[in-house]
């Protein structure tokens, strides 16, 4: 049932063009609650950022979108759903991937992200210099000797991609991101509650 909804979210993600609101993060928080998949969902910024409304992306939508994404993080809780206000660092990550029992939809700047000007089609993802572009991928694998992420990017033409742990951490973590990831497991507990993450003890969690 997990793979079906991340699938749907990644039809979800592409027809974004056609909905009549911008996706955010928490948006597919709570799709993913609907699908009742376990997950939580790591943000350094709960709530709209008004920071970002002098930012392209950002300008045209976040007036509009400020009191919805509000709401929707202020009844998150009371819907279930698991919000952590903090940094998650690459090793964390990577701990997780490998560990087989999760994968992750990440918040990227699209202009970062190495292999864009061969096969990504996003209006605007051209140049070094282009202003922030959201846009989620799929974090579904990782190669430690290789220091190498698998993710699978809805806006490219081939079905899964590599890139380095240096790309994805720059991608993620650019201005206009809040860092926010979906965290997502693979299992279920037990008794049908949601699994508790484990998370590596000395975890580097420095931005």
């Known amino acids: 049932m997990c793979l079906c909804a991340i699938l749907t979210l990644e039809r979800e993600i592409a027809?974004?063009?056609?909905?009549?609101?911008?996706?955010?993060?928490?948006?597919l928080a709570y799709l993913l609650q609907r699908f009742s998949v376990t997950f939580s969902y790591f943000t350094v910024t709960v709530g709209a950022n008004p920071n970002y409304?002098?930012?392209?992306?950002y300008k045209e939508e976040l007036p509009n979108d400020l009191e919805r994404v509000d709401m929707l993080f202020q009844d998150a809780v009371e819907a279930g759903i698991d919000i952590q206000c903090r940094s998650i660092s690459e090793k964390e990550i990577s701990f997780l991937i490998l560990s087989g029992?999760?994968?992750?939809?990440?918040?990227?700047?699209?202009?970062?992200?190495s292999y864009v000007r061969q096969d990504v089609h996003i209006p605007g993802a051209l140049s070094d210099d282009s202003e922030y572009t959201g846009h989620y991928v799929l974090i579904c694998g990782f190669d430690a000797g290789a220091?190498?992420?698998?993710?699978?990017?809805p806006a490219s033409s081939r079905?899964?991609?590599?890139?380095?742990?240096?790309?994805?951490?720059?991608?993620?973590?650019?201005?206009?991101?809040?860092?926010?990831?979906?965290l997502i497991s693979l299992e279920k507990?037990?008794?049908g509650q949601q699994p508790s993450l484990q998370l590596p003890i000395n975890s580097n969690t420095d931005s």
């Open 15 to 27: 027809r974004k063009p056609s909905l009549s609101y911008s996706i955010w993060t928490v948006d």
């Open 101 to 113: 029992k999760y994968i992750a939809i990440a918040l990227v700047d699209q202009n970062k992200l």
């Open 189 to 191: 507990s037990k008794n």
């Open 147 to 153: 220091d190498m992420f698998e993710i699978r990017d």
């Open 53 to 57: 409304c002098g930012e392209s992306f």
């Open 159 to 182: 079905k899964r991609k590599r890139i380095s742990s240096k790309t994805l951490e720059e991608a993620r973590k650019a201005f206009g991101t809040d860092e926010d990831i979906l």
